[in-house]
């Protein structure tokens, strides 16, 4: 059984900065962060694959940078120059093997709780 701990979250200002982590129980080769304002659907936010191919949604590239600690089963969303916009419930997913649509909720088997972000102009 995996299971995936998101941590981090909090309430900022726009142009402010957070780290949002994951732990997870295993290693897991695709992992990814998704989120999720009210009202609207799930999207994705960044998605890496074993130790280093990164994707970005266009919304956030130059913005937010995903990172993972193989040696500790962690994964990392550096949010920089965030908007309110951004604000959200961020989710991490993953799954054990590579996922032909890295930015799909459906390519992924685990999923975490969830942790708030919100940012206020």
């Known amino acids: 059984q995996v299971t995936l701990v998101e941590s981090g979250g909090a309430s900022v200002q726009a142009g402010g900065s957070l780290q949002l982590s994951c732990a997870s129980s295993?290693?897991?080769?695709?992992m990814a962060w998704f989120r999720q304002a009210p009202g609207k659907e799930r999207e994705a936010v960044a998605a890496?694959?074993?130790?280093?191919?990164?994707t970005y949604a266009d919304s956030v590239k130059g913005r937010f940078t995903i990172s993972r600690d193989m040696t500790q089963n962690y994964l990392y969303l550096q949010m920089d120059n965030l908007k309110p916009e951004d604000t959200a419930v961020y989710y991490c997913?993953?799954?054990?093997?590579?996922?032909?649509?890295?930015?799909?909720?459906?390519?992924?088997?685990?999923w975490g709780q969830g942790t708030q972000v919100t940012v206020s102009s």
């Open positions: 997913a993953a799954t054990r093997g590579f996922v032909p649509e890295e930015m799909k909720p459906s390519s992924y088997d685990y």
């Open positions: 295993g290693y897991l080769i695709s």
């Open positions: 890496i694959f074993g130790p280093g191919r990164r």
